[in-house]
């Protein structure tokens, strides 16, 4: 006693997208089984939300599960549940027109794009149905509504200019949707191919999913479920089902938000650092969902590029389920998720380094590369995450390290400035001039030992309203220094003596002054504001092979109570020659201490003759 069909042509913006999602968009067309098992999945949460209020809810006893059969000789997929189904009106409505305005947005960005266009878009604008004609010449979709004056109904498709409505005897609640595949999408009656689909896109659908009648997602979605209620190994397991990890997580933040946004994060920190196994730069681990369904397992703007070696999902349900997955998607919306998430993630690290210092200290040992890069690249985040960084300093042990924030709160009470010095190792400052001014005030420098250091202090410029500045800056003023004992030069034999170091160095100095600093040192050479410091230039050096920029610009600062800078004031008059020398050779052993000094030669040949004039005296 069926009615003969009725036939209906699609809104003219159906016909558009249908044409461009069938004819432009040919690759990832394995999208289409997340689209329709995620709108199976929204249709059971929609029928589990009405069970709630309704009383009389046609086959109520029908089970919220969704079943998907492969048919490889009948070239068919279908894709069941028993969810909210459709009447005839929700039919039109929900399948013939778009009611999204989104979806008019689809249609143009679609346009825009041309052929180059990303099938993941299908998913972004709520045109998910439609994306089953990228791998079909025929879709049908029988269903009953939950209503119990419902029809049987079947909705017919070739996905060109019209769809027909019959009536379908029998038809259980929720919705069936046969696909007949077209030749070249063949593999998808294959039941291997579609579960490869459904373990990428739909591991953790809340509702169980069977293909064939056999059970396929089994992985709880433990990021939506309570802290209490997950122990130490669902988490580990989880970690490495999720990241294909084969290390333990070392941290683990899990935190459910209400506002701004409806975030349910579980992002781990992992033991080991992929990068430093030359395996090239990471992807982002973090994956996007949507309500248990995957929208993109390395969303490349979610959070900052520098923490791209963290794992683990991001799950946002902020919208009510009635309005499409689009939304969700949208750029700002992201964003401000990942902003969401990485700050709470940069305070929870801030507050485990805290609570365990050793354990942190391992932590950073291994990753951080990424905090400088933080620094560098991440302006927003940019003083949280200098919190993190650690540096060894003169009060430190070999080792151990501290950071800015210890640094700054055991500063000397009239210090205003944070020194470091950049230098390949421990050793190499300590047998250096540079020190021995800041030890005897008792201030102390930190010890940066990387050559990426030097570009994160630059960026950081301050923290905490304290400057960073470099122990061979210019700029650092000590003041006297503390033990004024020892005989020292004049002030005119200084003036003369600087005066004359000048001539006799000739370009090789920009200038030659008395400092306080030096302790037990003759010299030193500090790199004048706006020059390059030693680490950076070596760094210019090594890009640029020989081209060294030419000789670097320093100023010499003497020692004016040393002993070899009183008897050089002496000798320059007694003994020019010899004097020369050895004005040549302190600036070379400054230049080197400095890590300043690009060619040794010359300081072997003048070694050389200071030897033979020494033996000669005898
Ligand atoms: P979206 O899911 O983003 O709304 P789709 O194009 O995927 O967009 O689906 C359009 C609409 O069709 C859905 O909003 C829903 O109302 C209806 N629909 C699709 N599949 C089903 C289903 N299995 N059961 C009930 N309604 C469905
Ligand atoms: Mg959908």
């Known amino acids: 006693m069926s009615t003969s069909p009725t036939t209906y042509e699609f809104q003219a913006e159906v016909k558009q997208v249908l044409d461009i999602v069938i004819h432009s968009l040919y690759t990832d067309r394995e999208i289409f089984v997340r689209e329709l098992v995620s709108n199976a999945a929204d249709a059971l949460e929609k029928m589990r939300l009405t069970q709630l209020t309704e009383n009389s809810v046609f086959d109520a006893e029908k089970p919220l599960e969704i079943t998907i059969t492969t048919d490889e000789e009948a070239k068919t997929l279908t894709i069941s549940d028993h969810g909210i189904g ?28 041309g052929k180059q266009a990303d099938a993941q878009l299908i998913g972004q604008f709520g045109v998910g149905f439609y994306s089953a004609f990228m791998v079909s010449d025929q879709v049908k979709v029988y269903t009953h509504s939950w209503r119990e004056d419902g029809e049987h109904l079947v909705w017919t498709s070739d996905g060109a ?25 063949e593999e998808f009656a294959k039941p291997s191919r579609i579960k490869q689909v459904l373990g990428k896109y739909s591991n953790f659908v809340g509702f169980p999913i069977s293909l064939n009648g056999e059970r396929v997602n089994s992985v709880e979605a433990v990021w939506l ?26 941290y683990r933040l899990h935190f459910q938000a209400d506002a701004p946004l409806v975030i349910n994060a579980l992002v781990f920190v992992p033991s ?32 900052p590029d520098w923490m791209r070696f963290l794992r683990g999902v991001i799950d946002s349900e902020d919208l009510p389920l009635n309005i499409s997955r689009e939304s969700m998607q949208d750029s700002a919306l992201v964003r401000k998720l990942g902003g969401v998430v990485s700050k709470r993630m940069l305070k929870f690290l801030d507050k485990e380094a805290a609570d365990d210092a050793k354990k942190f200290g391992e932590f950073y040992a291994k990753f951080s590369r990424f905090f400088k890069e933080g620094v560098v690249t991440d302006h927003e985040n940019k003083e949280a995450i200098a919190k993190l960084l650690r540096f060894e300093s003169s009060l430190t042990e070999k080792g151990e390290t501290i950071g800015l924030a210890d640094y700054v709160a055991r500063m000397k ?4 400035e944070i020194y470091y010095q950049t230098a390949p190792s421990r050793a190499a400052i300590e047998a250096g001039p540079y020190l021995e001014g800041f030890k005897s005030k008792g201030l102390e420098v930190l010890f940066l030992y990387e050559p990426i250091d030097e570009y994160v202090v630059n960026a950081l410029y301050a923290f905490d309203g304290k400057t960073l500045v470099a122990v061979n800056s210019e700029k650092v003023d000590l003041g006297d220094a503390a033990d004024a004992e020892g005989v ?14 000048k001539e006799a160095l000739g370009g090789r100095v920009e200038s030659v002054k008395a400092g306080k ?19 950076m230039r070596q760094m210019m050096r090594a890009l640029q092979k020989d081209e060294g920029g030419g000789a670097p610009k320093v100023i010499l600062e003497i020692n004016p109570k040393h002993i070899l800078i009183r008897d050089l004031a002496a000798a320059r008059e007694s003994s020019a020659e010899a004097a020369q020398l050895v004005a040549e050779q302190m600036l070379d052993n400054a230049l080197l201490s400095a890590g300043l000094l690009d060619d040794p030669q010359l300081l072997i040949g003048r070694t050389q003759k200071i030897m033979e004039r020494l033996l000669a005296r005898k």
């Open 272 to 303: 080991e650092n992929m990068e430093t196994y030359g395996m090239g730069q990471m992807e982002p681990g973090v994956a996007l969902y949507c309500k248990k369904v995957l929208i993109d397992p390395h969303p490349p703007k979610l959070l």
């Open 225 to 250: 479920k309570n802290k209490d209620d997950v122990t130490d190994e669902q988490y580990k397991e989880f970690y490495k089902f999720a990241s294909k990890a084969f290390d333990e997580p070392r």
């Open 488 to 501: 020292s030069l004049s002030e005119d034999d200084t003036t003369k003596l600087c005066d004359w170091l």
């Open 86 to 113: 459709m009447t005839r009106a929700e039919l039109v409505e929900n399948l013939g027109t778009i009611a999204h305005s989104g979806s008019k947005a689809f249609v143009k960005a679609l346009k825009n794009a």
């Open 413 to 416: 009470e009239e210090q205003k």
């Open 517 to 535: 600093r030096l302790v037990g040192s003759p010299a030193l050479v500090l790199t004048p504001e706006g020059e390059l410091n030693p680490q």
């Open 161 to 185: 200019g019209s769809y027909s409505i019959e009536e379908s005897p029998d038809q259980a609640r929720g919705s069936k949707i046969v696909i007949h595949l077209k030749e070249d999408a």
